[in-house]
């Protein structure tokens, strides 16, 4: 696999004005990096369209948080893969741990999102973890291997090359997470890519499988050398620009990406 995928989800925090004045500079470091770094960015809905203005003629891949399955009708306070489709964005992020937790969204929802964002040749950025008592029970592989299943029901093998999944453990992530140790991330990623084989054959080799739950400046690297960590989904530590530009020119120089 030949890129590193490196994004963030703003989740609910940056104003229009904070998201511009940050893929502003973004864009002036990315210039910098080896396309060998693919980078992305998931702002809130606000902001996406005068930050698709920013990332139009760059090499970012520009993501939503949600959508709805449907292209129009009474659901208010969605949006539909067809607006989104109509801004220009390039990626959507589905299943996330708090669109789970909070909204009761469930596997079957996020299905009707994956088929629905590759209608409109947008690529789903699949979400999937186990939570602390899923983990204290030993049963998290059991459980990540239910939602992929479900998750990705109905993909043809030429579908699947166009997803990328996120491994984020619910318990560490947001502020009170405890980071993974690289050991155990490594053995989940291992099941994940067996998992995704098992579902589609050769093509499950190719599908990125990112790494998400409290990456910070200390634990990024050790995730970033790990057998099938194919890039980093990166939260807080990702949000300030210059702890982001470290992070990307640290992979760059030690990675040699």
Known sequence: MNKIWIGTNWKMTKTIAEGVAFTKELRSI??????SIQLFI?????????????????DMYLGA????????????????????????????ELGHSERRQYFNETDVAINKKVHAALNYSIKPLICIGE?????????????LAAQLKVCL?????????????????????GDQGVPADAAYVADIHHFLRSTLVELFEEV????????GGSVN???????????????????????DIESFQKILYTLEA???V
């Open 30 to 35: 990315s210039e910098a990096i080896p396309s």
């Open 42 to 58: 998931i702002p809130s809905h606000t902001a996406l369209v005068p930050i698709k203005e920013l990332t139009t003629e760059t």
């Open 65 to 92: 948080q949600n959508m709805h399955w449907e292209d129009s009708g009474a659901y208010t306070g969605e949006i539909s893969p067809r607006m989104l489709a109509e801004i220009g964005i390039d990626l959507i």
């Open 131 to 143: 939570n602390l008592d899923q983990k204290e029970q030993l049963i998290s592989k059991e459980t």
């Open 153 to 173: 029901q109905g993909l043809s093998k030429e579908m699947a090359k166009e997803i990328l999944i996120a491994y984020e453990p619910v318990w560490a992530i």
């Open 204 to 211: 499950g080799l190719t599908i990125p499988l990112l790494y």
């Open 217 to 239: 400046q200390e634990n990024f690297l050790e995730y970033s050398k790990l057998e099938n960590v194919n890039g980093l989904f990166i939260g807080r530590a990702a949000w």
């Open 254 to 256: 030690k990675l040699g």
